[in-house]
């Protein structure tokens, strides 16, 4: 139970990964200044988060089992909180699918969108109400940059609610190394992707995954880097309403923003995955020294 004064945090999917490491920052804050409710699917996942946690398990962080899948399961976990008051909500939860088109199910796709976005917004609307009603509390959602779905969502929620005093932040890491990625691409580079011609096999698995590797291993953040970052939304007088985590991203990021018609993008994207091949690393670390002060200043920085 939160003391006089604390903040009520309720994060999703902090088994593993940026939920996790959120998790144990905020309850470890040297001044207290928050109580966690960190939630997961499965509460037999718990062992890391409790272990990580340390002594904040039991006071400034309990546990929850929550599906944000399920109508039932958010309803019996939000109203299992004191007063169902929840101050600041992080919607972390989610799910990865990769491969060529052809080979992915619509039923698989499905299922990406049920977590990542109708669990988000079936968070949302189970804990709106009563932040309007207290004219307060603070939405976050973390999301991969280019998530357009979330980012329209979001973007007309952030209009309506500041009605209520209430904030919506999106929090939109680049490539961060987690076991998430690790395993979901070691899994996709054993897949044999029936229904694919050849070809399209060949260009995924010898030239997408490998510079996905590259991107990753040159640009990602840590946890800990989206956690510092989440943070310091969450303690800002005025906080963003987009926050990139990652300066050295910035430069792909504003290439969608530089040419109207996406076309910029579109080639560059091309040119780089299909025609650097072995220059595809250097091509990465170049990157870095273009990231320049101007650009870092639209981060928020983890440091």
């Known amino acids: 139970m939160a003391s006089d004064g604390q903040k009520v945090v309720l994060i999703t999917g902090c088994s593993s990964g940026i ?12 001044k207290k200044r928050y109580h966690v409710i960190a939630t997961m699917r499965d509460l037999k996942r718990k062992d890391k988060l409790v272990e990580a946690a340390g002594d904040a398990y039991g006071n400034t962080l309990t546990l929850q089992t929550l599906d944000v899948c399920s109508d039932e399961s958010v309803k019996h976990c939000i109203s299992s909180v004191k007063d169902r008051h929840i101050d600041v909500l992080i919607n972390n939860a989610g799910i990865g699918l990769v491969g060529p088109l052809e080979s992915i199910s619509i039923d698989e796709m499905k299922n990406v969108f049920e977590t990542n976005f109708f669990g988000v917004v079936r968070m949302i609307k189970e804990v709106m109400p009563d932040m309007k009603r207290r004219r307060g509390g603070h939405i976050i959602i973390v999301s991969s940059t280019g998530l357009f779905a979330m980012e329209g969502f979001c973007e007309s929620l952030a209009v309506q609610l ?17 076991e998430f990625e690790a395993k979901m691409v070691e899994d996709v580079s054993r897949k044999e992707f029936p229904g694919t011609d050849p070809e399209t096999v060949q260009y995924f698995k010898n030239v997408y995954l490998p510079s996905s590797v590259d991107i990753f291993e040159t640009l990602g953040q840590t946890p800990d880097d989206i956690a ?45 995955l299909f025609n650097l091949g072995a220059l595809m690393h250097v091509a990465m670390k170049a990157l870095r020294c273009v990231t320049c002060g101007c650009l870092r200043g639209r981060t928020v920085s983890p440091d």
Request: glycine share 6%; with cysteine; charged share 25%.
């Open 228 to 272: 510092r970052c989440t943070k310091k939304v969450i303690e800002a007088s005025r906080p963003r309403f987009r926050n990139l985590t990652n300066p050295l991203y910035t430069p792909i990021v504003a290439l969608k923003y530089a040419d109207e018609t996406g076309g910029l993008s579109v080639r560059t994207f091309y040119h780089v």
């Open 19 to 30: 939920g996790l490491r959120i998790a144990v920052m905020l309850a470890k804050d040297e």
């Open 162 to 178: 500041l009605k209520f005093n209430v904030t919506v932040s999106m929090i939109e890491p680049g490539p961060v190394h987690t």
